[in-house]
């Protein structure tokens, strides 16, 4: 009996790990503009979703951390991290997010059109990355950091400042706008 309670809880560690990682590709022959592959981990442990996306110098990183209601983006070409507060309206919950990924798997955007959230970047770096929570602590050590807040009922249209546009699978569509020389 021991030894099957053994053997059930080892299967557990070491298939969690497997289940909780989704690669999706999002784009290659589509005529939605966007290259490069996605991939998704959500750790339902610590509350944590992450997505990347590999597109050589436009690769990018988004971490969200459930747990203290903050998202952290870091972008590799502009060697920076900005984290906002989560728009709970807006983005999935942890389970919902996990589900949506498997559920879409190779099927690509189908549905409504991803919501589209602007923010504007504070241009003073944080100076204590821990008040953030260690997942996010961890993804920007070493890096400039900055705070964005959203703007409400924004238009890119009217905003002057240069921005970076990210497709956060068919989700989100974030626009991080500020004079950090994008």
């Known amino acids: 009996m021991k030894l099957t309670i053994v053997f059930a809880g080892l299967l557990g560690v070491f298939l969690t790990p497997a289940l909780a990682f989704t690669d999706i590709n999002i784009g290659g022959d589509s005529n939605s503009g966007i290259s490069g592959q996605q991939s998704v981990s959500v ?3 610590h509350n944590v979703a992450n997505v990347d996306n590999n597109n050589g110098w436009d690769s990018w990183n988004v971490l969200w951390d459930y747990n203290t209601n903050f998202a952290a983006v870091r972008i590799f070409k502009k060697k920076v991290c900005i984290v906002h507060r989560m728009n709970k309206d807006a983005m999935p919950s942890l389970h919902a997010l996990d589900a949506l990924v498997k559920e879409k798997k190779g099927k690509g955007p189908e549905g409504p ?7 504007s970047i504070n241009p003073e770096r944080v100076s204590d990355l821990e008040k953030l929570g260690k997942p996010i602590a961890g993804m920007c050590r070493g890096i400039p950091t900055y705070i964005a807040n959203e703007l409400e009922g924004a238009s890119l249209f009217f905003y002057s400042r240069a921005c ?4 956060v699978l068919w989700i989100l569509k974030l626009s991080f706008c500020g004079q950090l020389d994008f």
Not at 113 to 119: F, K, V
Not at 164 to 167: E, F, R, S, V, Y
């Open 43 to 45: 750790n339902n442990e």
């Open 113 to 119: 059109p991803p919501r589209s959230l602007m923010y």
């Open 164 to 167: 970076a546009h990210l497709d």
